[in-house]
């Protein structure tokens, strides 16, 4: 018979709440490389309980934290991350004195990953018994407590605070050893790998906290700290002793162990969970993603031998792949992997699991409806800038009115957009950041070509690294399914090459596909010309697609993408330079295809203005006002068929 996990009240708010460090952690980016040589670094949350609270939720668990941030640019970056998570943040305390701690690491070897915690004074450390509040830990089933929090006085009175409040409210108590001798000043900075140092003084500290506890969890090097033992099966004893607790030990590549009850003289005869045999590419994280596997069973009352599978399964997820807190998996993807497997050791070459996980962790959130005011256009302004005879200089000026006039309509409200193009809408960039738009688009691709080519270097990569995460790349392609062979093997290459870049660089792709101006559109042509981009292994966040002229066709589309890629985004109709009334037809016609979110329109909002104001015929306001009232009609016409105004 399986032993399952406590039960826990079930009328509380959150599942866990965690508590102790959170830090930015920046990454090399040199894989093999000292950190003395690394040259460019990525950003993430970091820190123990900052982590486990991101993986418990992006596995399905109501979690939150209690820490504490600087008052500056990467505080509010940990803020503002863990809700995009789904993490309760009220417990976060901002400190108007200390820095946000940072972590530098790197990756020399698959065994070696240097580390320098910055963490003198800083604001993690800070909290103390103020901060924890009675009411936020009586909302809670579970609180998690951590090792270093115990290392100073506030913060160890802190967690003791917790601790009680959870015990006189009947909910559970987490202890993650979380031991780093370099935070008890065991260790020079330059050992901010070392995993383990014998000390009485932190034993000292650690062993009075077993017996309050209902869960911990550590490796073999943190039970034997926190019992103050040398050798395995006396810590396992010792801790025993002092507390009731189900007991989790940590082993690394061979996955864990579950001990609820009296300890075996044969440490193997505890509870195990099915193994994963990957390749190891980085240990960093690695616990704290277990953990959140872990939690999202115990918490639920699942068998322990479940709790321990879901366990190592996400503790392979994080050592296979650079990052901590952004390689947690979601429930889904957990879920997946647990079904399907992976062929490759490494599972960061998992084309089909990378899919999965980008999918269901993308920040942007869910855009079930999305309208968007499409000014990327350049070569048919410019032609009605020469065709007027003044200066091109002109164009970018018109642009930064379209997103005034965009702005105006939208009113700060969700499910509105912009599509803004890098040669003549910098200015209008910098606008539209302000404005709290739901999706901001720039396009790619070389203006009317065919096959297609990327407008400023075909070396795509280097060029979108400089883009705001929040930017999704647009890539226009004159792409019809009975185009000539090589024609069509050309233009797949650059699709794959742009998408490969897109997922490398962590920035959203949508592909607009025109095949109407190269052939017949029938009921099967966008569908067929999507399958085949599909194929290839291509898989758009978002698809950009002209009107379709039966009902048929649009089911079509639909069970494509319901085969192919589920978790893609949507649709959005282009316009061209169709008369609103028959926009308004189109729009109503989508309404078999529930995956058509919305639309990305321009010259049937901005041609009549463009044309105007460059020819001097109309002032600012008169331009953002025409542009304004064409936007909202079709917003209005939009929301109409939707049943939504």
């Known amino acids: 018979m399986p032993r399952l996990s406590p039960g826990f009240k079930p009328e509380a708010e959150l599942d866990v709440i965690t508590i102790g460090r959170s830090s930015v952690d920046i990454y090399g980016q040199q894989i093999g490389a000292r950190l003395e040589d690394t040259v460019s670094f990525a950003r993430s949350v970091g820190g123990c309980p900052a982590n486990i609270a991101i993986g418990t939720a992006r596995l399905g668990l109501k979690s939150a934290i209690i820490t504490g941030v600087g008052d500056e640019q990467m505080g509010s970056f940990i803020k503002e991350h863990l809700a995009r998570e789904g993490v309760e943040t009220k417990g976060i305390k901002t400190d108007p004195a200390r820095l946000t701690a940072l972590v530098l690491l790197g990756v020399e070897n698959d065994k070696t990953f240097p580390t320098i915690f910055y963490r003198e004074n800083c604001a993690d450390m800070s909290i103390s018994e103020d901060d924890v509040r009675e009411d936020f830990i009586q909302s809670a089933r579970a609180v998690l407590v951590t090792g270093t929090h115990f290392s100073k006085p506030n913060t160890e009175a802190a967690q003791k605070k917790a601790i009680r409040i959870a015990k006189a409210n009947g909910a559970k108590v987490i202890f993650d050893i979380d031991y780093r001798p370099n935070l008890w000043g065991l260790a020079g900075h330059r050992a901010g790998e070392e995993r383990y140092i014998a000390s009485d003084a932190v034993s000292s500290r650690l062993k009075p906290v077993l017996a309050e506890c209902d869960l911990i969890v550590g490796t073999e090097e943190e039970v034997l700290i926190a019992s103050g033992e040398a050798d395995l099966l006396a810590a396992l004893q010792t801790i025993r002793a002092s507390s009731s607790a189900t007991i989790v030990l940590k082993r690394g590549p061979m996955g864990c162990i579950v001990y609820d009850g ?194 400023f270097s075909q070396d795509i990569g280097s060029q979108l690294v400089a883009w705001p995460l929040e930017h999704c790349i647009k890539c226009l392609c004159f792409y019809h399914p009975d185009d000539p062979a090589a024609l069509k093997a050309d233009q797949q290459e650059k699709l794959k090459s742009l998408f490969d870049a897109a997922r490398k660089v962590g920035r959203e792709l949508l592909i607009e596909i025109i095949a109407g101006k190269n052939g017949p559109l029938n009921d099967d042509t966008i569908a067929r010309a999507m399958r085949e981009l599909y194929d290839l292994g291509i898989k758009p966040d978002w698809w950009k697609l002209e009107p379709q002229a039966s009902e048929t066709a649009w089911a079509k589309i639909e069970a494509v993408i319901a085969e192919h890629d589920p978790f893609c985004r949507g649709i959005v109709l282009l316009g061209l330079e169709a008369p609103a009334a028959e926009l308004e037809k189109a729009f109503a016609a989508t309404l078999v295809a529930p995956s058509v979110k919305g639309f990305a329109v321009g010259r049937t909002i901005f041609a009549d203005a463009a044309r105007q104001w460059l020819g001097g015929k109309m002032d600012d306001e008169a331009a953002i006002a025409d542009m304004a009232a064409r936007f909202e009609g079709l917003t209005k016409a939009w929301l109409k068929t939707r049943g939504l105004n």
């Open 262 to 455: 009296e300890i075996p003289d044969d440490l193997e005869q505890g509870i195990v969970g099915q193994g994963f045999p990957i390749e190891v590419y980085n240990t960093l994280g690695a616990g704290d993603s277990f953990m959140s596997g872990f939690l999202r069973g115990w918490l639920k009352g699942e068998a322990h031998e479940t709790s321990a599978t879901w366990a190592n399964a996400c503790g392979a997820f994080a050592v296979s792949r650079l990052l901590c807190s952004p390689e947690i998996p979601s429930f889904t993807e957990l879920q997946y992997f647990l079904k399907h497997g992976s062929k490759e050791r490494a599972l960061r070459k998992d084309a089909d699991l990378n899919h999965v996980h980008w999918a269901t962790t993308r920040l942007a959130g869910e855009i079930p409806l999305l309208m968007a005011l499409a000014i990327d256009h350049r070569s048919q302004l410019v032609d009605v800038a020469r065709e007027l005879n003044v200066p091109e200089e002109r164009i970018p000026a018109f642009k930064r009115l379209a997103v005034a006039a965009a702005a105006r309509v939208a009113k700060g409200r969700p499910g509105y957009g912009m599509l803004i193009d890098e040669r003549f809408g910098r200015d209008a960039f910098f606008d539209a950041m302000k404005q709290n738009f739901s999706w901001i688009g720039r396009p790619v691709e070389l203006p009317g070509s065919k096959p297609l080519k990327f407008e």
